[in-house]
């Protein structure tokens, strides 16, 4: 596939080999901060990973055999690589912000900058699923860009979503982090329909962690951070300490282990199918 010339963005930056240019990097508004925090050991990505391997398993979505996935809003790859090593998939992942997704390791799949509202020909139906974690809560228009990612799908391939959950846990973090709304299952299942996709599953996650992020809304509107403090992002998704994480590993662990289908969480994963 024919890429296109390097945009300024990446002319400033060494362009990994296994890093395909479809599309013009973009100016993407997430702190770069993110990027040196979480990574596969992070108590609340392996949760997260967990909380979706299950939702597969009840849905009877095989991972052991063969699928090929676009991930659109990969960042640096984390959550592709704990999937290839989690399932035979193949991920091909997919970002426009050209910091975070030079970071990426080498996968099965392709990586590439990509826009999906290019909507190339070659990549039409080319998937058997689109993931998109943690993307669409940083989009203005949902079903647009759902749209858009829908493109890329074979007839009958599958759309898996994770969004944060709960709007009454919107706080300073999800402004710092570009945040327009947290979703819960009526407003998810609404964009997703207004999409033409088909909802097989939707599932909260991390109920445990819900008395957490209310304690978190209430510590950062009495500290009055502002909106570019990068104190924000640390106290938002750093344990403070290594007790605090060894025990929301340990309720992650209990989790995901006791509670197949929570009835209330901090996030979302929601699987459906088109076509």
């Known amino acids: ?11 400033r930056q060494a362009v990994p080999p296994h890093v395909e240019i479809l599309s013009p990097a973009e100016a993407i508004h997430f702190p770069d901060h993110w990027y040196e925090i979480m990574d596969e050991r992070h108590f609340w990505m392996v949760w997260r990973t967990r909380a979706f391997l299950n939702q597969l398993r009840s849905l009877a979505i095989p991972t052991d055999t063969p699928l090929a996935a676009l991930e659109i809003g990969a960042g640096h790859g984390i959550l592709r690589k704990m999937l290839e090593a989690s399932t035979q998939w193949t991920v ?3 970002d426009l912000n050209a910091d975070a997704l030079f970071r990426c390791k080498p996968g099965r799949g392709r990586t590439a900058l990509y826009n999906i509202h290019d909507r190339d020909p070659k990549l039409a139906g ?25 493109f890329h799908l074979k007839p009958g391939g599958y759309v ?21 709304r947290r979703y819960d299952k009526p407003m998810l299942e609404a964009h997703l329909a207004a999409a033409g996709v088909r909802k097989l599953d939707d599932r909260y996650w991390g109920m ?19 909106p570019e ?14 007790f605090a994480d060894a025990v929301l590993q340990a309720v992650m662990q209990a989790e995901t282990g006791l509670i197949g289908n929570a009835p209330i969480g901090t996030s979302l994963l929601y699987a459906g199918q088109v076509g």
């Not at 596939?1 to 002319?11: L, Y």
């Open 1 to 11: 596939m024919a890429g296109v010339q390097a945009s300024a963005v990446e002319a």
């Open 126 to 150: 080319r998937y058997d699923a689109v993931i998109l974690f943690d993307v669409i809560e940083h989009i203005e228009n949902p079903p647009e860009f759902l749209r858009s990612a829908i």
């Open 92 to 94: 091909d992942a997919a």
């Open 208 to 226: 445990t962690m819900v008395p957490v992020l209310v304690l978190r809304k209430l510590l950062m509107a009495m500290r009055g951070d502002r």
């Open 160 to 180: 898996f979503i994770n969004v944060p959950a709960l709007q009454s846990l919107y706080c300073q973090f999800d402004v710092v982090v570009g945040h327009y």
């Open 229 to 242: 403090s990068k104190s924000v992002l640390q106290q938002g998704v750093l344990p403070p300490g290594k």
